[in-house]
């Protein structure tokens, strides 16, 4: 009967069909989904703090509505991912335990700190326009829960890129010096959103058994390339040149390993979060259990 099961899996699979919670599922297909939408889920919360850093000091009352709705919708892309991640039978709690311990990761590209005003149209156009790149894809992965939240989530996310994109031509329009320091911006988010995509394919252990399994559809190095191709008639119409394509891979373990400016700070800040979260959560639970 396993045998049919499994066989089962593979023609669903393999006609391209999606995979539903309810479904058998090989052990390895489940924990390497657990993996990947948790540490994406991770990436969505952890995210809303180099941006949410200039909330309060946003030039104008327009560009601060704009950035609170931008850093809120973060926070809703994580709560969809949860919710994928809780059909494969793990708990929230255990997901942010997990996330505050270290065990899961989350993306390396938050770990760089937010220097100027510039860096939140510099992460809108390159960080989000990554994402985009890396996430529509998704849109087609052979689970279920997860493809369904990221059409969602591409949408949100292609208006969060053009916000940035608009933000940065508005800049380029300006002074000197508010030109210089878009550039300045950059030059130091170029490289590490060219990490976002992960290690090359020769370095990257998961990439096959998930291309296998309808999880990724395209290998890291297939959409970093694509999108350095994409980004280089955007720099080209805003009139910023873009740093060049060679990567610092021991840069990258490092941060991924928890070594990185902020890794320490982002996970001190979600844990305190947390922890001044735990009344909420008593009193929701309190009253979901009251008689009404
Ligand atoms: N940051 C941190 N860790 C990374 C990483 C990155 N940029 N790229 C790869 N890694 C980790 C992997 O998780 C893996 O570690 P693990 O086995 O302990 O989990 C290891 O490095 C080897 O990498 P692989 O290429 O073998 O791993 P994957 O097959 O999982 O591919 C991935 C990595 C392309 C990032 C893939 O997991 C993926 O497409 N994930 C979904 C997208 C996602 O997580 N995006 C987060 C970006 S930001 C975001 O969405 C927020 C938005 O608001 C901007």
């Known amino acids: 009967a396993d045998e049919d099961l499994a066989a089962g899996f593979d023609a669903t699979i393999a006609a391209g069909d999606r995979i539903e919670p309810r479904d058998w599922m090989p052990e390895g297909y489940r924990k390497t989904l657990v993996r990947q939408i948790a540490q994406h889920a991770h990436s969505e919360i952890i995210g809303m703090q180099p941006e949410g850093n200039w909330i309060t000091r946003a030039p104008s009352l327009r560009r601060k509505a704009i950035l609170l709705a931008k850093v809120q919708d ?8 949860y919710s994928a991640c809780e059909t494969l039978g793990v708990s929230r709690r255990d997901l942010m335990e997990q996330l505050i311990s270290g065990a899961q990761k989350y993306s390396s590209i938050f770990n760089y700190p937010t220097l100027s005003y510039a860096d939140v149209g510099t992460i809108g156009w390159l960080v989000d326009g990554a994402a985009i790149c890396n996430q529509v894809p998704l849109c087609r992965t052979s689970y279920g829960p997860y493809g369904r939240a990221m059409i969602r989530i591409c949408k949100e996310e292609s208006f969060h890129q053009r916000q940035g994109y608009e933000l940065l031509a508005t800049m380029m329009r300006g002074t000197d010096e508010q030109r210089a320091m878009v ?18 394919d020769a370095d990257s252990p998961n990439t096959q058994q998930s291309m296998d399994w309808g999880i990724k559809r395209h290998t890291n190095d297939e959409l970093r390339a694509r999108f350095i191709e994409m980004s280089a ?60």
Request: glycine share 10%.
């Open 183 to 200: 550039q300045e911006s950059v030059d130091r988010f170029w490289k590490p959103a060219l990490m976002m995509f992960g290690p090359p």
């Open 74 to 81: 973060e926070a809703g892309h994580g709560l969809y991912l």
């Open 233 to 292: 008639p955007q720099a080209a119409a805003l009139g910023v040149t873009l740093p060049g394509n060679d990567l610092d891979w021991d840069e990258f373990w490092r941060i991924v390993k928890g070594g990185g400016p902020c890794n320490a700070q982002r996970i001190a800040h979600r844990k305190k979060a947390h922890d001044d979260g735990a009344w909420v959560r008593e009193a929701a639970t309190a009253y979901a259990r009251s008689p009404r």
